[in-house]
T-cell receptor, first 113, second 112 residues
């Protein structure tokens, strides 16, 4: 069984540009989460999808971030326009409904210069 | 004040040592307590989780939760160089969500 896959693994963009991160969860996992780790800080929750619906987006930093999960399969996280403080590692995790165990992807390292 | 506090280390021990990793927390609503291991350039991997207070053992790993003190621990016995990684504690309130609150992680190096 394939794990959670994230693309790209690393992205370097200039301030003001747009970047789209993609997450492919484990097949059959209706729960999908996005987290972010900024340098020197803890991993922080961004949002939670159940299938295609946003269950909790309380961690989204501002309206420059847009997450989608069309069809309840893969998810994208778009940052537009990117700012320097958006640099960090973005993790995606997925879980079966009712399960305590969330499986994390390897992360996308975003660098905004 | 952060909801979860964790000493970032780094912690360096010789092979075979017993390692103790700890976190404290402030939110008494937390019910699930996890330990994740993260190797460099990889995502966090769940090691163990405990519901409410008590101990849980899995091979060389033992997790302890003391809700009265808001303190959790992970013990690694007979540590191996392959245990070298960042160990993250994480917590959540209910069982239906995996909205996790993480500590900053402790970097562990086990010297051969």
């Amino acid at each position: 069984e394939a794990g959670v896959t994230q693309f790209p693994s690393h992205s370097v963009i200039e301030k003001g540009q747009t970047v789209t991160l993609r997450c492919d969860p484990i097949s059959g996992h209706d729960n999908l989460y996005w987290y972010r780790r900024v340098m020197g800080k803890e991993i922080k929750f961004l949002l939670h999808f159940v299938k295609e619906s946003k269950q909790d987006e309380s961690g989204m930093p501002n309206n420059r971030f847009l997450a989608e999960r069309t069809g309840g399969t893969y998810s994208t996280l778009k940052v537009q326009p990117a700012e320097l403080e958006d640099s960090g590692v973005y993790f995606c995790a997925s879980a079966r409904v009712g399960s305590t165990e969330a499986f994390f992807g390897q992360g996308t390292r975003l660098t905004v210069v | 004040q952060k909801e979860v506090e964790q000493d970032p280390g780094p912690l360096s021990v010789p092979e075979g040592a017993i390692v103790s990793l700890n976190c404290t927390y402030s939110n008494s609503a937390f019910q699930y307590f996890m330990w994740y291991r993260q190797y460099s350039r990889k995502g966090p991997e769940l090691l163990m989780y405990t519901y409410s207070s008590g101990n849980k053992e899995d091979g060389r790993f033992t997790a302890q939760v003391d809700k009265s003190s808001k303190y959790i621990s992970l013990f690694i016995r007979d540590s191996q160089p392959s245990d070298s990684a960042t160990y993250l504690c994480a917590m959540k309130t209910g069982g239906a969500t995996n909205k996790l609150i993480f500590g900053t992680g402790t970097l562990l190096a086990v010297q051969p």
